[in-house]
């Protein structure tokens, strides 16, 4: 259900530690380090050197140094390791702004040593399909994922907290506001087991709950109650809030609550509910300063619904495909004006 989603955050706040001996993985470690710091000079398009850093073959190629760049099993004899510690400021990579903190070298050091694994076919997690991983059972599933996260950079869960963070944290998470003195009283009375579920069920029956998980998807949906340019002049979408605090309060399927505002007005004698839905669309900025012109404003416009759709549902960005092929991911200029031809 979509409440429960708001937990996982827990299990993504984990993913910040990392513990020196735990396995690297490519996709998570190693390929975002890559194209911060190597792919502005050696990506795809004229790499200098010679040297291209986005794919394995293509490092193995290696540029116009006589020097390997990658010796897996060996950093010492690696150039890229040569490079990223050298004391010589005219040798040093990456050539532009600071040297890699000492964490980033420790990594790819890690990574060359322990036989820089770098998988043919390398795919963001935006790309892959979801896959359900087995759950023991009588253990929640959060708890499960959370607590192998922890035995994995090696943590171990902290002591359980009093009655009283407990509330304060469950009436914060579920609907923003800190707990009642008629809650705290109602919560320290119920000496039953079960206390703290019932609790819950009753912050999540809260039109409150609604208001509050609204809020992170409203930034997503980029709304707001004017233009966003010049004398920004007010605009009447509130319809479209107050849908998304009713569809949250519902328990809308996420199903759901993704085709009725992605094109809620498509739909079969759709109802006037399921097009303020479509507000989602609405909410993109509006140009409507003096001199403005109109079609130039509209095209912007769908850009920016294209754009979001990527950001938000399909998790990964697509701005780079309105220019030209996205130089790292699977889109092309073609699939991205396909998709803004639906929108147009």
Known sequence: MMHRLGSIILFFSLAQLSAS?????????????????????????????????????EVMKGGKSDIPVIVPGDSAKSGLFQRITTA??????????????????????????????????????????PQADPVP????????????????????????ADRATLLRRACLDLTGL?????????????????????????????????VRWARPWLDLARYADSHGFQKDDLRSVWPYRDWVVNALNADM??????????????????????????????CAPCNVEAGSDPEETRVTQVL?????????????????????????????QRDYFQLYAIFN
């Not at 009588?138 to 035995?151: A, E, S, T």
């Not at 609550?257 to 509910?273: K, R, S």
């Open 178 to 210: 800190p707990p009642t003195l008629a809650q705290q009283q109602e919560f320290f009375a119920d000496n039953a087991p079960g206390a703290y579920e019932r609790v819950v069920d009753r912050l999540l029956a809260s039109p409150q709950f609604g």
């Open 21 to 57: 001996d735990a396995p690297i993985n490519f996709s998570r470690d190693i390929r975002p380090l890559l194209a911060e710091h190597c792919f502005d000079c050696h990506g795809n398009e004229k790499p200098k050197g010679g040297l291209s850093f986005t794919s394995r073959a």
């Open 137 to 160: 059972m009588g253990v929640h599933p959060i708890d499960h994922f959370v607590r192998l996260h922890q035995k994995h950079v090696g943590l171990t869960p902290a002591p359980s």
């Open 88 to 129: 010589d400021a005219d040798d040093v990579m990456p050539t532009k702004g600071e040297r890699l903190p000492a964490h980033k070298i420790a990594l790819l050091k890690r990574w060359i040593d322990s036989g820089a694994v770098w998988p043919d076919q390398v795919k963001h997690w935006a790309y892959e399909p």
């Open 253 to 282: 399927p996420f199903t759901q609550f993704t085709v009725e505002q992605l094109a809620g007005d498509l739909l079969p004698n759709a109802t006037l509910d399921q097009r303020i839905a479509t507000g989602f669309n609405r």
């Open 304 to 332: 920016d619904r294209v754009n979001t759709l990527g950001a938000v549902w399909l998790g990964t960005t697509l701005e780079c495909a309105q220019c030209h092929n996205h130089k790292y991911d699977p889109i092309s």
